[in-house]
C-alpha cells in the first residue's frame, strides 16, 4: 500500500493544530495578570470594603444601612469588580486558608496580605482626613476606637478572651469554607460573590456583640492604628484567631478536593492539568467537560467566576499539558502565574 503523502511546502494538519495550540498557551501566559497586578487588585478591593464598611461602622445613622450589611455588599461589589484578577480574597484569613487548600501559589501569599493591609490602611487614612477636615469633630481617636475591635472591657457585652478568640475562629473557618466551596468548579462560580458577602455580613452580625465585629485582620488593623492604644495592644488575637480559622478551612477543603477530583486534575501547587493518555482521554470529567477541555480552562486566583465551564469550552487538540513556546521553553496550559490550582 501506498502511504499518504504531504505535498512540497503543504504543512501537515497535525502540525498546524500544534502550533495554533502552543500560540494560544503562549498568548494565555502572556495575557494572565501577573503578581504585581493582582496584588494591586487585593490592596485595590480591601480599600473599597474598608473604606465603605469602616465607613458605615463609625458615621452611620439610624436611617442608613447596618454597618455589616455595607461589609456584605462591599464584599460583594469588590469580588465582582476585581475577582477576575486576583481571585478576590482581601483578607489575609482567605488568603492563607487557599494557599492551604491548594488554590493559591504560597509564593502569592506574603504580596497579597502586604497590599491588603496597605489597602485597609489607606482607606482608614482617608477617614481620618475626611474627620479631621470636619472642625466640629475634636474627638476623631474616639470614632476609631469605637469601631475598633475588642475583647474583656473593651467589647460591647463585656466577652472574655476566650470566648472572643473561640468565635473568631469559628467565624472565619466558616467564611474562609463559604470562599473555597463557592468558588468550586463543581458549583456555579458566578454566586460567589454573593454567598461569600452574605455570610460575611450574617457572620458579622453575630459577632457585633462580642468583639465588634472582626474576622478580616486588615479591617482590625485599620482601625486599630489610629484608634486608642488599647486597640493596638489586642490586635493581636484579631490576626491570630481568624489565621487559625482560615488554616482550619483550607485543610478540610485540601481533602475534599482530593477526594472530589479525579484523574487528570491539577495537582496542589503545580498549576498544570495532567491529562492520562490512552482510550480514555477523552472521559468526561464530574463537571461535564474532559481533561483535554480542562487543560485550557483559566485557573488559580486570576480564573474570572464568571467564566464558562469546561462543557462549554471549545475541545483541545492537544491533550498534553504543556506546549513548546516559541523559545523552546514549556509553558503550561492553564498555569497562571502566582497560582495553583483552580479556583472551584
Known amino acids: 500500500m501506498t502511504s499518504p503523502t504531504t505535498p512540497a511546502g503543504a504543512t501537515p494538519a497535525g502540525a498546524t493544530a500544534g502550533a495554533s495550540s502552543a500560540d494560544r498557551a503562549s498568548d494565555d501566559a502572556v495575557r494572565a495578570p501577573g503578581l504585581a497586578a493582582r496584588s494591586i487588585a ?6 473599597l470594603v474598608i473604606l465603605a464598611g469602616l465607613g458605615a461602622t463609625m458615621l452611620a ?56 493591609v496597605v489597602g485597609a490602611v489607606a482607606a482608614s487614612g482617608l477617614i481620618w482626613l475626611v474627620l479631621s477636615a470636619n472642625a466640629q469633630l475634636t ?46 468548579r463543581h458549583t456555579r462560580r458566578d454566586l460567589a460573590p454573593f454567598a461569600v458577602g452574605l455570610i460575611y455580613a450574617g457572620l458579622l452580625s ?23 492604644p488599647w486597640a493596638l495592644q489586642q490586635l493581636w488575637l484579631f490576626w491570630a484567631a481568624p489565621i487559625v480559622g482560615g488554616l482550619i478551612a483550607g485543610l478540610v477543603f485540601r481533602s475534599i478536593d482530593g477526594f472530589v477530583d479525579g484523574p487528570g486534575r491539577p495537582a ?16 468526561a470529567l464530574p463537571d461535564g467537560g474532559s481533561p483535554a477541555e480542562d487543560a485550557h480552562r ?22 498534553a499539558s504543556h506546549q513548546p513556546a516559541s523559545d523552546g521553553h514549556e509553558v503550561p496550559v492553564n498555569g497562571v502565574p502566582g497560582t495553583s490550582g483552580p479556583v472551584r
Open 42 to 47: 487585593e490592596g485595590a478591593g480591601s480599600f
Open 61 to 116: 445613622t439610624e436611617t442608613a444601612l447596618q454597618p455589616a450589611l455595607v461589609f456584605g455588599f462591599a464584599v460583594v461589589a469588590a469580588m465582582i469588580a476585581f475577582g477576575y484578577v486576583s481571585g478576590g480574597h482581601f483578607n489575609p484569613a482567605v488568603t492563607i486558608g487557599s494557599a492551604v487548600a491548594g488554590r493559591t501559589d504560597w509564593k502569592s501569599v506574603a504580596p497579597y496580605v502586604v497590599a491588603q
Open 139 to 184: 474627638d476623631i481617636q474616639g470614632f476609631f476606637s469605637s469601631a475598633s475591635n475588642g475583647f474583656d472591657e473593651h467589647s460591647a457585652a463585656q466577652f472574655p478572651l476566650t470566648s472572643a478568640f473561640l468565635l473568631e475562629v469559628v467565624a472565619t473557618a466558616l467564611l474562609v469554607a463559604v470562599f473555597l466551596g463557592a468558588g468550586s
Open 206 to 228: 453575630f459577632l457585633l456583640p462580642v468583639t465588634n465585629g472582626g474576622i478580616n485582620p486588615v479591617r482590625a488593623t485599620a482601625s486599630a492604628v489610629l484608634a486608642e
Open 268 to 283: 496542589a501547587g503545580t498549576g498544570t492539568v495532567e491529562v492520562p493518555a490512552g482510550p480514555g482521554a477523552g472521559k
Open 298 to 319: 483559566p485557573s488559580g486566583d486570576a480564573a474570572s467566576f464568571f467564566d464558562e465551564p469546561a462543557s462549554h469550552q471549545p475541545a483541545s487538540h492537544q491533550p
